[in-house]
């Protein structure tokens, strides 16, 4: 039993002593014949605990009921004015708690619980005026009191006057510093207004001054996430959740925030754990059939939470391409191609889905149901990127190099200002060894769009691979790389120009960088090679060719790389 309810206890124990010592004196005022005399605390005494008891019970209206009567015998009392306007809140008869309280107020105009109550009614029917008179009064009588600072500070904050808010909350912490309240409200206004590096301060000072505190510990997380600082977040939410391990909320932006990371067994963990407290919150199912999917930890698992959320959403289009996703993976391409195909034309997710289902048909050798599928989308969306870029590769694979070209150059008539088409197109007529062209498109682009790196790096690298125009080549994938700057293909070309140029000190300089960028890379570790080679330093050259044939064993051109080194005296080397 709580000591709250002892001491109430014991005052009814009392009370019925003194009722009992006065039986013999007076007739009780409910059932004697003397005269009704509402002056006797005794009986307001009775009424007050009998009010109690009854409002520990729930029985609200019963202890509003007898806290009326208590206040008929004690009329003056501000105490019980405040007890029956909080009962009359109670059963939401806001009129008549403020009717109370002003009453007792003007008996009692100093009585600091009743200002206080008055003005959180006075802020719940919006009279905020009111409200405000009512907590100024009181930081007048007590200046050195936390209460109606905080809920004057939380007045203004709900009505968006966050300067004020912000003030008064300085106000209290000039008085008292060490309030954890008042610096934890002070970090939320901070927050709101965006100004999170205060706002960060004040929690950090929070969780000083109370460290069995929690909540700040996750509203700085919130803060770290939203400022991409996602080990900070992650740290601070595991922490948080040591002292509210049931705190699902903080758990699952946990689990996202790890699933947004790529750590898909960790989120998949904290995901779980949600589901063990709450089996039925769609929001966690959801993100842990993603982590099951993504993070390839359980394909039938994915499918089965996908199809249960299918069915109690079977117009949600996320929800069944993800279960298509989940069938493509586990084998089941009949079922991914159902649930992708009944992917709405209004979705998002539409041209994913036809994207999706014409790679599908294409691998299982569908190759003409893959290109009318396409056709079909392109004749819905007219003008999506993606479904020209699908098409076109699906007739290059084919060997239809000229349909390809046909398709980008229509798209190109479509959308002249997507740029990432007019690329596409250039790389199909390099391979299909069309250099001019693929030059010219290049060219086109860096007209539209002059600072576009990947068409001047293509550019430059094209000229380095085939000798020609060095100089200008050197000069526009330097360009490229300040636009571009970290590039591992960008700083191995400019390695390759160096390479052409003689400049094998240089060269090996820039492709150790990108072998560095790009480790499995097969061309630029065959560049790194023969820049070795060149420079003299044949071990690492040997190294390396091993390494990349090892890892394409089918690459004869690095195979007779290998052996040239052999015939040139190097009978060390083991090709296997």
């Given amino acids: 039993m709580p000591k709250f309810l002892y001491t109430k206890l014991f005052s009814f124990l009392f009370v019925i002593s003194l009722l009992f010592w006065a039986w013999g004196c007076t007739h009780s005022p409910l059932t004697g014949t003397q005269a009704y005399t509402p002056s006797h605390k005794t009986d307001a005494y009775y009424h007050y ?14 202890a509003m009921s007898q806290y009326e009567r208590a206040l008929l015998y004690d009329p003056d009392s501000p ?111 901070y927050m709101e207004t965006g100004r999170l590096d205060e ?10 001054i109370a460290p069995n505190f929690e909540s700040p510990i996750a509203d700085l997380a919130l803060i770290h996430e939203l400022e991409k600082e996602e080990e900070e977040a992650i740290s601070l939410y595991r922490e948080y959740l040591k002292y509210n391990p049931q705190d699902i909320n903080v758990r699952l932006r946990l689990g996202r925030l790890l699933l947004q990371e790529g750590d898909y067994k960790e989120a998949a963990g904290e995901l779980e754990e949600i589901l063990d407290y709450d089996a039925s919150s769609s929001e966690a199912r959801f993100s842990l059939g993603v982590a099951y999917l993504f993070g390839k930890i359980n394909y039938e698992k994915a499918v089965e939470i996908f199809l249960s959320l299918l ?76 479904l ?39 790389l199909i007529y390099e391979r299909a060894g069309k250099h001019e062209e693929a030059i010219d498109t290049m060219m086109e682009i860096l007209e539209l769009d002059p600072e576009n790196a990947e068409a001047m790096n293509f550019v430059g690298y094209s000229y380095a691979d085939r000798g020609i125009n060095l100089e200008k080549a050197e000069a526009m994938i330097i360009e490229a790389m300040r636009l571009k700057p970290g590039s591992g293909h960008i700083t191995d070309s400019l390695g390759w ?69 052999q015939k040139r005296g190097n009978p060390q080397i083991k090709i296997q």
């Avoid at 706002?199 to 000083?208: G, I, P, S």
């Avoid at 190099?401 to 250039?426: H, K, Q």
Wanted: glycine share 6%; proline share 3%; net charge negative.
């Fill in 49 to 62: 605990v009998r009010g109690v008891i009854y409002g520990l019970n729930n029985k609200h209206e019963l």
């Fill in 79 to 189: 105490y019980l004015a405040v007890e029956l306007a909080a009962s009359y809140l109670q059963m939401n008869d806001m009129g008549k708690a403020i009717e109370v309280l002003e009453r007792s107020l003007n008996l009692n105009p100093k009585y600091i619980d009743s200002h206080l109550l008055l003005g959180a009614i006075y802020e719940r029917i919006n009279e905020r005026e009111k409200a405000i008179g009512h907590y100024r009064f009181v930081i007048g009588l007590e200046p050195d009191m936390p209460d109606p600072y905080l809920m004057l500070g939380t007045l203004y904050k709900y009505s968006k006057d966050y300067e004020m808010a912000i003030s008064t909350m300085e106000d209290l912490l000039n008085r008292d510093f060490e309030n954890h309240m008042a610096s934890y409200q002070l970090a939320h206004m």
């Fill in 388 to 426: 020209y870029s699908l098409l076109a590769s699906i007739y290059e694979e084919s060997g239809e190099t000229d349909r390809a070209e046909d398709v980008l150059s229509d798209a190109i008539n479509l959308l002249p200002s997507n740029m990432e088409i007019r690329y596409r197109l250039g």
């Fill in 497 to 565: 120009v160096y390479f052409r140029q003689g400049r094998i000190a240089e060269a090996i300089q820039y492709l150790e960088e990108a072998h560095r960028l790009l480790p499995d890379d097969p061309i630029i570790s065959d560049h790194l090679g023969d820049a070795y080679s060149e420079g003299g330093m044949i071990e690492k050259a040997i190294e390396l060719y091993k390494k990349t044939l090892k890892n394409n064993p089918d690459d004869a051109m690095i195979l007779e790389k290998l052996q040239n080194l």
């Fill in 199 to 208: 706002a960060k301060y004040w929690l950090r000072r929070t969780m000083a």
């Fill in 311 to 386: 069915k109690e959403n079977p117009a949600n289009d996320r929800i069944r391409y993800f279960l298509a996703s989940s069938y493509q993976e586990n084998g089941d391409s009949e079922e991914a191609l159902r649930h992708f195909g009944d992917v709405s034309a209004i979705s998002d997710l539409f041209t994913p889905s036809r994207i999706q289902m014409s790679l599908i048909m294409n691998g299982e050798g569908r190759t003409a149901e893959a290109v009318d599928l396409i056709n079909q989308a392109i004749a819905v969306t007219e003008k999506d990127p993606d």
